[in-house]
């Protein structure tokens, strides 16, 4: 679970929530009163799956909040693959936008994605572990593009040596990515901290 702070209003993720099926959780919306933080929304996938955790990782930006499900997947035994729900405020209260999930056509095999959440300047990233044993991972960037989402690219280890290198990060402003690569690897022996540009993906500044 996780939590998301901007400005006087809070987002509380609770993946494991109990609710009719298990696993499916929520993520509740709190503001800030006089002395006091009252809770005004409830947020829930629109068509939850079981075990999908959903509210694993949270991101808060105004009016729109990312819930992270790396849980979710598809089919009874599907892969699981995970992703992101975007939720927006309007008039009659949060309505879910839209669900977040990597291309397939981006080539590789990835599971559990919505680590390292970040939701910056309607720009959404997050990070997917690939499948299989020492296969590293990849951070995913996604931007709004006439009221939907389109997966901008990918940014993958920069030594790409798996699992000695995992690789994550999030979005510190809209065209900058902080990423780190913490594992042991030859080429950073005590693991970095890079600095992407956001507009080309994989370039790495810093």
């Not at 509380?12 to 009719?20: K, L, S």
């Not at 933080?37 to 991101?59: I, K």
């Not at 991972?137 to 280890?157: I, K, M």
Request: charged share 15%; aromatic share 10%; proline share 4%.
């Amino acid at each position: 679970s996780d939590v998301a702070l901007d400005g006087n209003r809070l987002l509380v993720g609770a993946m494991q929530y109990v609710t009719e099926v298990q696993g499916i959780g929520a993520a509740f919306v709190f503001e800030l009163a006089v002395e006091s933080w009252d809770e005004v929304a409830t947020l829930r996938a629109s068509a939850p799956v079981g075990f999908e955790n959903f509210g694993a990782e949270v991101a808060l930006d105004g009016g729109r909040a990312a819930v992270a499900a790396p849980g979710h997947s598809e089919g009874l035994f599907g892969t699981v693959v995970g992703g992101a729900y975007v939720f927006d405020e309007e008039p009659g209260g949060w309505v879910e936008s839209e669900r977040i999930v990597i291309n397939p056509e981006a080539g590789g095999s990835w599971i559990e994605c919505g680590r390292d959440l970040s939701l910056v300047g309607g720009k959404i990233s997050f990070a997917c572990p690939s499948a299989g044993y020492c296969a590293g991972g990849d951070v995913f960037v996604f931007a709004e593009e006439g009221g939907s989402w389109t997966q901008l690219g990918a940014v993958g280890s920069p030594t790409g040596s798996g699992c000695s290198d995992w690789f994550a990060g999030r979005l510190i402003e809209s065209d900058l990515l902080a990423g780190t690569a913490p594992g042991q690897s030859f080429l950073y022996p005590e693991g970095a901290v890079l600095s992407i540009q956001v507009g080309g993906l994989g370039d790495i500044l810093q």
